[in-house]
């Protein structure tokens, strides 16, 4: 092979290399794009506290669905996004309902594979736990993605507020170990934000276990239990 001959093939490679570059680097970005642009809606609906229209709710689907797409290998933090924007669109349906089943299966899976992308983040787990009590699926996965979730974000407000929340509601289906994690989430929540109060004392009413928090001691000073 003459050096000319040589030269040629090293440029070409070098365009193709700098073509596969480029391509790659445009899917990153449209990725990014499409994940923040669910993320605006979601925002928005989380805002208003209520189901989003069904146009919002398609163009956010679309939005997450591309993001997962358009990645150039597999990111958790797009799937598990996607999972919370199928289940936010009938969150108010009663748990268990059967005319939402399918979609919240769907969000269901991409829970389980942001677990399995990211099985070092709390939300992840914490998202799985919620879309199986939202199925009524109070199993052996169930309490292992809410043992999994407080353990791994004891620190995080959230976590534990969503911890207690989703104990409490599920109390009769959990055994000795699910309650005292539960249990274990609502004190930490309650020390650690107003807002993880709030949420802490709407599930025990709503779950009809707020005399039983009111009956800890560590817990009555944040309930207002006397009122």
Request: proline share 5%; aromatic share 8%; charged share 20%.
């Amino acid at each position: 092979m003459s050096r000319a001959l040589g030269r040629r093939c090293v440029g070409a490679a070098l365009v193709l290399a700098g073509l596969a570059l480029a391509y790659l680097a445009a899917r990153m970005v449209l990725a990014g794009f499409a994940y923040q642009q669910a993320g605006v809606l979601l925002a928005d609906w989380e805002k208003k506290g209520v189901p989003p229209h069904p146009r919002a709710a398609q163009l956010a689907t679309q939005s997450a669905r591309r993001a997962v797409d358009l990645a150039v290998s597999p990111n958790g933090r797009y799937v598990e996004r996607l999972g919370v924007v199928l289940q936010w669109q009938h969150f108010q349906a009663p748990f268990g309902a059967a005319h939402v089943a399918p979609i919240r299966r769907e969000a269901r899976a991409a829970f389980r594979q942001a677990t399995v992308l990211r099985p070092q983040w709390p939300d992840a787990w914490l998202s799985l736990a919620y879309s199986k009590l939202y199925l009524l699926e109070l199993d052996a996965e169930f309490a292992a993605a809410l043992a999994r979730a407080a353990a791994l974000g004891p620190w995080r407000a959230h976590v534990n507020a969503g911890v207690a929340e989703v104990g409490l509601l599920a109390w009769p289906s959990l055994d000795a170990d699910g309650r005292e994690l539960t249990l274990r989430a609502a004190r930490r929540a309650l020390e650690q934000s107003a807002w993880a109060r709030k949420k802490v004392r709407t599930a025990a009413h709503h779950a009809r276990k707020l005399e039983m928090l009111c009956g800890d001691a560590a817990m009555r000073p944040y309930l207002d239990c006397g009122r």
